[in-house]
Structure formats: structure tokens, C-alpha cells
């Protein structure tokens, strides 16, 4: 993948992945999320391919840090929650 295109989907998901508002709709705001990408990168003139070929299928690589990003949120508003 170039380096052009790596560094469009670094900064695209950190822009644009944050908490989802609610846990229950991660697969659905992935999938929202995946079309702009796949939007804007064709407006930079980078291939769906070249992005494919190095992280696999956006949608799901999305979802994961859509995941991560609620996971953190959930740990900063629940400090020191006792184990069960």
C-alpha cells in the first residue's frame, strides 16, 4: 500500500472514529463510516485495493476501533469499578 494511502486511513479513522453513541450500533455506524472512507479515498484518487490490501476489510477494521475507542470511554467514566 503507498504511503500516501497509509497515511489517509491513519488520519481519516482519527478523525473520524469516535465513541459511538450507543455500543448496540457499532455495526451500523461502521458501516456508515466505511462508505465515506471508501468516498473520500476515491476523492483522493486512492484505490479501494491498495487500502484492502494492507488492514483487509475497512468496515470491520472501523468496527474494531470503534470497539476500542468504546471500551476506553467505559473504563475513563467507571474508574476503579470492583471486580466480580
Excluded at 488492514?55 to 467507571?78: C, F, P
Amino acid at each position: 500500500m503507498s504511503e500516501h494511502a497509509i497515511e489517509f486511513l491513519r488520519g481519516w479513522i482519527g478523525e473520524k472514529v469516535q465513541c459511538p453513541h450507543s455500543p448496540a450500533r457499532i455495526e451500523k455506524q461502521a458501516e456508515t463510516l466505511a462508505e465515506e472512507c471508501c468516498a473520500k479515498a476515491a476523492e483522493e484518487g486512492i484505490l479501494l485495493e491498495d487500502i484492502q490490501e494492507e488492514v483487509g476489510d475497512i468496515k470491520e477494521l472501523i468496527a474494531s476501533r470503534l470497539e476500542e475507542v468504546a471500551e476506553e470511554n467505559e473504563d475513563e467514566t467507571q474508574p476503579d469499578k470492583p471486580s466480580e
